[in-house]
C-alpha cells in the first residue's frame, strides 16, 4: 500500500514526433505502474503546432487504461508563475521569442531540428525548461520525471522512486567529458563551485524523482539569477541542461545533494539516437534479464536499426503486452 507521502506526478513533455513512443509509455504505466502510486500523469505539449499537438496527445487518453482519468495534458503557458512580475526587457525578450524568433528559425533548412518545439524555438532546449516548471502544476509529494522514450517493462511502483526514510531516490555516477562541460556550465551559471570532476554525481538523463516542494523552490532560486526559465533555455542556455542545474542548485558545490536523496534509482536501459545497434543488443538482453523495469529507445534508433534487431525489440514488446504484434509496431512507427 503506497502511503500518501510516497505519491508520485509523472511528467513526460512530447512533441508529434515522440507520439508513438508516448502510446508504449501509456500502455506500460496502465500494466506495470502501481496506480496507487501515481499521483497524476502530466504530459507537457511542447510542439510549434500546439493546438495539434494537444489534439493528437487526447486522443491517446484510452491507451492509459484505468489510468485514463489521471491524465492531464498542460500547454506551456500554464508552467509560467503567474505571481512573477516580469522587467520590462523581459517582457519584450518574450514577445520577441514567442513571436519573431522561432519564424525566423522555421526559415532555415534545418527548421526540423531546430524549429520543432514551442513557438518554433529548439524542441530539445524547450523540453529542459518545462521539465523544471512542471512543478507548478503538480500537487502530488513527489514528482517523476520521464522522457517520451522511456518506457516499463516490469513491475514498478512507489517503492523503486521513494526509499524507505521518504526521500526520493537518485545514485552516483562517474562522471564523462560532455557532463563534466554541462556541470561546469551550470554550477558556474548560477555562481556556485563546480564538483571535482573525479567526485561522482547524479545523472543527467532520466528517469528523475524528487520532492515537488525542493523543485519549486530550486526552480524559483534559479528564475531569480537567470530569469524566467522557458526564456533562458530558448536562446541562453549554452552548454547548461536542465538536470545539472538543478543538481547545481541543490547541491551548491558543497555536497549537498547526497543529503537529500537515498540511493537505488533504477536505471532506464536506453539506447540514444547515438547509440549503435551493438548497443541496442546488449541493452536488450539486459531488458530480457530482467536488469530494470524501465527502458527506453529514441525513435531515431528504432527506425535506422537494422531490420533483425527491429523485429527482435517488436518481439520483445510484444512479449511485454505493449503491442499486439509486429505489423502494428511497424505501423505506429512507420517502419
Given at each position: 500500500?503506497?502511503?500518501?507521502?510516497?505519491?508520485?506526478?509523472?511528467?513526460?513533455?512530447?512533441?508529434?514526433?515522440?507520439?508513438?513512443?508516448?502510446?508504449?509509455?501509456?500502455?506500460?504505466?496502465?500494466?506495470?505502474?502501481?496506480?496507487?502510486?501515481?499521483?497524476?500523469?502530466?504530459?507537457?505539449?511542447?510542439?510549434?503546432?500546439?493546438?495539434?499537438?494537444?489534439?493528437?496527445?487526447?486522443?491517446?487518453?484510452?491507451?492509459?487504461?484505468?489510468?485514463?482519468?489521471?491524465?492531464?495534458?498542460?500547454?506551456?503557458?500554464?508552467?509560467?508563475d503567474?505571481?512573477?512580475?516580469?522587467?520590462?526587457?523581459?517582457?519584450?525578450?518574450?514577445?520577441v521569442?514567442?513571436?519573431?524568433?522561432?519564424?525566423?528559425?522555421?526559415?532555415?533548412?534545418?527548421?526540423?531540428?531546430?524549429?520543432?518545439?514551442?513557438?518554433?524555438?529548439?524542441?530539445?532546449?524547450?523540453?529542459?525548461?518545462?521539465?523544471?516548471?512542471?512543478?507548478?502544476?503538480?500537487?502530488?509529494?513527489?514528482?517523476?520525471?520521464?522522457?517520451?522514450?522511456?518506457?516499463?517493462?516490469?513491475?514498478?511502483?512507489?517503492?523503486?522512486?521513494?526509499?524507505?526514510?521518504?526521500?526520493?531516490?537518485?545514485r552516483?555516477?562517474?562522471?564523462?567529458?560532455?557532463?563534466?562541460?554541462?556541470?561546469?556550465?551550470?554550477?558556474?551559471?548560477?555562481?556556485?563551485?563546480?564538483?571535482?570532476?573525479?567526485?561522482?554525481?547524479?545523472?543527467?538523463?532520466?528517469?528523475?524523482?524528487?520532492?515537488?516542494?525542493?523543485?519549486?523552490?530550486?526552480?524559483?532560486?534559479?528564475?531569480?539569477?537567470?530569469?524566467?526559465l522557458?526564456?533562458?533555455f530558448?536562446?541562453?542556455?549554452?552548454e547548461?541542461?536542465?538536470?545539472?542545474?538543478?543538481?547545481?542548485?541543490?547541491d551548491?558545490?558543497?555536497?549537498?545533494?547526497?543529503?537529500?536523496?537515498?540511493?537505488?534509482?533504477?536505471?532506464?536501459?536506453t539506447?540514444?539516437?547515438?547509440?549503435?545497434?551493438?548497443?541496442?543488443?546488449?541493452?536488450?538482453?539486459?531488458?530480457r534479464?530482467?536488469?530494470?523495469?524501465?527502458?527506453?529507445?529514441?525513435?531515431?534508433?528504432?527506425?535506422?536499426?537494422?531490420?533483425?534487431?527491429?523485429?527482435?525489440?517488436?518481439?520483445?514488446?510484444?512479449?511485454?503486452?505493449?503491442?499486439?504484434?509486429?505489423?502494428?509496431?511497424?505501423?505506429?512507427?512507420?517502419?
Amino acid at each position: 500500500m503506497t502511503g500518501p507521502r510516497q505519491k508520485l506526478d509523472i511528467v513526460t513533455v512530447v512533441f508529434r514526433g515522440e507520439l508513438p513512443l508516448l502510446v508504449l509509455q501509456a500502455r506500460s504505466l496502465a500494466r506495470f505502474f502501481d496506480a496507487d502510486a501515481i499521483g497524476g500523469i502530466h504530459v507537457i505539449v511542447n510542439d510549434r503546432a500546439e493546438a495539434d499537438c494537444v489534439r493528437a496527445v487526447e486522443a491517446l487518453r484510452g491507451e492509459y487504461g484505468a489510468l485514463a482519468p489521471l491524465l492531464r495534458v498542460v500547454r506551456p503557458a500554464e508552467l509560467r508563475d503567474p505571481k512573477r512580475r516580469e522587467s520590462a526587457g523581459q517582457r519584450v525578450e518574450r514577445w520577441v521569442v514567442n513571436n519573431v524568433r522561432g519564424r525566423i528559425r522555421n526559415l532555415l533548412p534545418q527548421r526540423e531540428r531546430l524549429a520543432s518545439g514551442w513557438r518554433g524555438n529548439s524542441g530539445w532546449a524547450m523540453q529542459q525548461a518545462f521539465k523544471l516548471m512542471s512543478a507548478r502544476v503538480l500537487s502530488a509529494p513527489n514528482v517523476l520525471i520521464l522522457d517520451a522514450k522511456n518506457h516499463f517493462i516490469g513491475q514498478a511502483g512507489a517503492a523503486n522512486f521513494i526509499d524507505d526514510m521518504g526521500r526520493p531516490r537518485s545514485r552516483a555516477v562517474a562522471q564523462v567529458p560532455m557532463q563534466g562541460r554541462w556541470i561546469e556550465a551550470s554550477f558556474g551559471c548560477l555562481g556556485y563551485p563546480s564538483p571535482p570532476s573525479d567526485r561522482p554525481v547524479p545523472p543527467s538523463v532520466t528517469p528523475v524523482v524528487l520532492g515537488r516542494r525542493r523543485l519549486l523552490g530550486a526552480v524559483a532560486a534559479m528564475e531569480q539569477k537567470i530569469g524566467p526559465l522557458d526564456l533562458f533555455f530558448a536562446h541562453k542556455r549554452g552548454e547548461t541542461t536542465e538536470f545539472m542545474l538543478l543538481f547545481a542548485e541543490i547541491d551548491k558545490g558543497q555536497g549537498l545533494w547526497a543529503q537529500e536523496f537515498g540511493d537505488g534509482l533504477p536505471v532506464s536501459l536506453t539506447a540514444f539516437s547515438s547509440s549503435d545497434d551493438a548497443y541496442l543488443g546488449e541493452l536488450l538482453q539486459a531488458a530480457r534479464d530482467g536488469r530494470s523495469p524501465l527502458m527506453g529507445v529514441h525513435r531515431r534508433r528504432i527506425t535506422s536499426t537494422a531490420e533483425d534487431l527491429r523485429s527482435a525489440l517488436f518481439g520483445f514488446w510484444q512479449d511485454r503486452g505493449l503491442i499486439r504484434d509486429a505489423a502494428e509496431a511497424r505501423a505506429l512507427f512507420n517502419v
